[in-house]
């Protein structure tokens, strides 16, 4: 099946069933997919949205990968194909059989039985791969951190969650860049969304500081009207610029700072928030690190993919 024809049966229905609204957040290894989908989950409740791990379909477990000339970030070592059809029976509104790739073992363990609800998130290394799982998604993301920040995060992890030591980890990045240089990084060119956290080096801060969120919004998908939310009172929260891409085209840059007060965040969250029109308050989950860290511009990150998921619920549900 080709892209056109997944757009197509997207758009005119597949089968009676009503269609989730797909959100694919891709990156690297560690620069943050899974501390935004967790966010997102909670602040719209697992009863709506839907989770997939992207790197679920990998092709091999972890002591088999040890004799093999690639890593994880070759689609060699994928079993894409079959993502793309789950990804497309999922779009649709369909259940899948999904595999699991087991992080903590390294293992493959027992496929896992997956219905989409009203919101899917499918976030991973390779969600942008192919031009068929695109065609899939209503709002796309990449994350893109400074390698040196991408590099911290990742080391923390490793060490702390999966049994790596330092030196492990930092001889598989090393393995790893010329793939992620050829398969990785190149997604970012299909993004709606770009997302930056990093340090405004301007103000002399370093990667041990707070980060500052930098959000290119391309014109690929409707975004708020953030201009008519930016009133000269929280400016020093948020500010947006227009700015050249990589590609040279122009593209609205919105800049969350790190350093902003919490009521001026705030007001920054509810504006975004009111422009949507839900009679609820903004949800509470936004914006945790862990069960006891908050940071302001993850939050309000996470909030303006809110807006465009719910955006595009009401936009279905209205043409359908």
Known sequence: ???????????????????????????????????????????????????????????????????????????????LDIMEQHLHHLSLGHPILKPIYNHDTGTLDRPEYVEPREFVIVEGLHPLHSKVSRACFDITVFLEPPEDIRIKWKLARDTKKRGYTTEQVRKELEKREPESAEFIRPQRASADIVVRFSPIEERGETADDPLSAYLLLRPTISHPDLSSILSDDIRTAMH???????????????????????????????????????????????????SETRDEPLAVTQLILLYHLIQARKAVDTNG
């Open 1 to 79: 099946m080709t892209d056109k024809q997944v757009t197509i049966q997207r758009e005119f229905g597949g089968g009676g069933r009503p269609r989730p609204i797909m959100l694919a957040i891709a990156g690297d290894s560690g620069t943050g997919k899974t501390t935004i989908t967790a966010g997102l989950v909670k602040a719209l409740g697992a009863e709506r949205m839907t989770s997939v791990g992207a790197d679920d379909y990998h092709r091999y477990d972890r002591e088999e990968r040890k004799g093999l000339p690639f890593t994880p970030l070759h689609p060699d070592c994928n079993y």
């Open 240 to 290: 947006l610029k227009l700015r050249r891409d990589a590609d040279g085209k122009p593209v609205d840059s919105v800049h969350i700072h790190s350093y902003a007060k919490r009521e001026e965040t705030r007001q920054v969250e509810q504006a975004i928030w009111d422009e949507l029109g839900v009679d609820e308050p903004v949800p509470d989950a936004l914006g945790m690190i862990d």
